[in-house]
């Protein structure tokens, strides 16, 4: 959630600063802003609720705000009202130190009445304001000194980008529990929350650790650790294309990512098939730790904690260890039962999620080992774990995860089958016939995106209902769970995974005439049971849209009213194959709802506030 673009160099920073953060519009915003030095003007602040096209216009494209030094803001409201006021940059009494923010500043009350009580009037309900305030309280020449002191005194996450007026030739970012990165160029420098801001400009970027303060001028970058000795930060290259961050020709971000998932899927898998079998040169666990397992705890948050929900059941199907899945927000609240024979596996796209950052550390401080599944190379996750596999999907701009997801599953099957050999527990045929199929993945992927208008179709037909049941047993409850949240983040309809078996437990009592079923019916040995779930929402005047294999084809259509029919897959794979009409349907029903797909309301692409 919000954004962050900083630029100092010799070009005209408003244009580049409002294009960084047309950019990240996709992390969820409700407010823009930015703060850009001129030597005869000063501090120019604008500020601007709504889309980010409030602040283009109230800009005249940039050229209204003239300068070469400056930060920008896109900002996701949580201490005040969204507006002008509360948006972001936040200045100073006198006007002369702006502060851009992601994260809360947890203790700014304590130190919002400290200040006041020093005379200081605040302007706004924030508590980013309360960072520009002490600064300047601080500030007596020399802006990184004033900065060391101030960090001293904030507690909570924050990333921070500080421009001064009586400094103009340098700017400072700071960074604690939320993603900032340094961009070098030549004749400038950057910063920004997402590599997406910055790629138009430069490919080699730097990953701020927790702590670190960077001090930016237009020719160097100097980076300062929490006690403000200087350290080397390494330098990496960003290869992917900026296309991958553009609609290619598609309506949204959303429907071009799900479109994506066969290719995603492919990138994920291939190079870690070679001749047959499964290579993770990634990962530093011994066979011997492996056997010492006694459990594996996944942890993740969203739609992350749905992959793990699809993973509990095949890693205990494959493994034969316990595995307890985890939302983040609660495990460390939990007093979980953690050994140095726990093994973590902590699931996080940005690799950013602060509940899963915070609930990640719980559990190695408790002596689990961590293996982490995430999209962003260099993340904080990533660094902090003991092993990592990267899923290798590419940037994701729509808020809806998709092809996140898909690539999520495919490393979880991959380390399944990984230490289902070492451990003993498939032979050599039961192995060969799982990597083969899994490699099929992709294909069969493929084969439903090819045919999507009979999904556009049902869509039209239910997308007026204002609550639906997901249902399903084992695997399929699962991916119901991620059915269901795609529904209800991007069409806003009310909509509720259940259990199959748990309907008679109080659930089909809301169940009446008109109310929309989905159930998902791929596991074919539970094909059965679950059609007998299907008659007891019937009886009760459900309408139902059945999902299951071509196996079961023709059953479904006798039993359901709209059938969609996936390619025969083995269970295992089942979620890949099965979570993509659900992703299409949700799409498609939000597109006739006429909602902001790509950015649902209320929502963030990165969460980094607890």
Known sequence: ??????????????????????????????SAGLAVFHPEKGLQVVKARGRLQALWD???????VP??????????????????????????????????????????????????????????????????????????????????KVLHRIEGAYALGI?????????????????????????????????TALISYTREVSYLNDGEVAVLTRDSIQVYDSLMRPVTK????????????????????MFKEIME?????????????????????????????????????????????????????????????????????????????VTERTL????????????????????????????????????????????????????????????????????VYLLALDFAKKLGKLNEQEYETLVAELEQLPEKAQMILDHTEEIQYFASIYFNHNSIFFIGRNIDYAVGLEGSLKLKEISYIHSEAYAAGE?????????????????????????EKLMSNVKEVKARGADVIGVATQTHAQKLSTQVDSALVIPDVHPMFLPSLEVIPMQLFAYYVALMRGCDIDKPRNLAKSVTVE
């Open 1 to 30: 959630m919000c954004g962050i673009v900083g630029y100092i160099g010799r070009e005209q920073v408003s244009p580049i600063l409002l294009d960084g953060l047309t950019r990240l519009e996709y992390r969820g915003y409700d």
């Open 58 to 64: 109230a800009t005249q494209q940039g050229q209204a």
């Open 67 to 148: 300068g070469t030094m400056g930060v920008g803001h896109t900002r996701w409201a949580t201490h005040g009202a969204p507006n002008d006021i509360n948006s972001h940059p936040q200045v100073s009494q006198s006007g002369k130190i702006a502060v851009v923010h992601n994260g809360i500043i947890e203790n700014y009350v304590k130190l919002k009445e400290f200040l006041e009580a020093k005379g200081v009037v605040f302007a706004s309900e924030t508590d980013t304001e309360v960072v520009a305030q002490l600064l300047e309280y601080y500030y007596h020449g020399d802006l990184l000194d004033a900065v060391s």
């Open 163 to 195: 421009v001064c007026a009586d400094e103009p030739e340098q700017f400072v970012a700071v960074r604690k529990d939320s993603p900032l990165i340094v961009g070098h160029g030549v004749g400038f420098n950057m910063i920004a929350s997402d590599v």
């Open 234 to 253: 390494e330098v990496v290259h960003i290869d992917w294309e900026i296309s991958a961050a553009e609609k290619g020709g598609y309506e949204h971000f």
């Open 261 to 337: 998932q066969p290719k995603a899927i492919q990138a994920t898998i291939s190079p870690r098939i070679q001749n047959g079998q499964i290579v993770l040169d990634e990962l530093n666990i011994t066979q011997e730790q492996l056997q010492q397992l006694d459990r594996i705890y996944v942890i993740a948050c969203g739609s992350s904690y749905h992959v793990g929900m699809a993973a509990k059941y095949i890693l205990e199907r494959l493994l034969r260890i316990p595995v307890e899945v985890a939302l983040a927000s609660e495990f460390r609240y939990s007093e979980p039962i």
């Open 344 to 411: 973590a596996v902590v699931i996080s796209q940005s690799g950013e999620t602060i509940d899963t950052l915070a609930a990640m550390r719980e559990a190695k401080r408790l002596g689990a080992r961590i293996l982490s599944i995430v999209n962003v190379v260099g993340s904080t996750i990533a660094r902090e774990s003991d092993d990592v596999l990267y899923t290798w999907a590419g940037p994701e701009i729509a808020v809806a995860t998709t092809k996140a997801y898909s690539t999520q599953l495919a490393v």
């Open 503 to 527: 309907l008679k437990h109080g659930t089909i009592s809301l169940i009446e005439d008109g109310t929309l079923v989905v159930a998902l019916a791929g596991w074919n040995t539970l094909f």
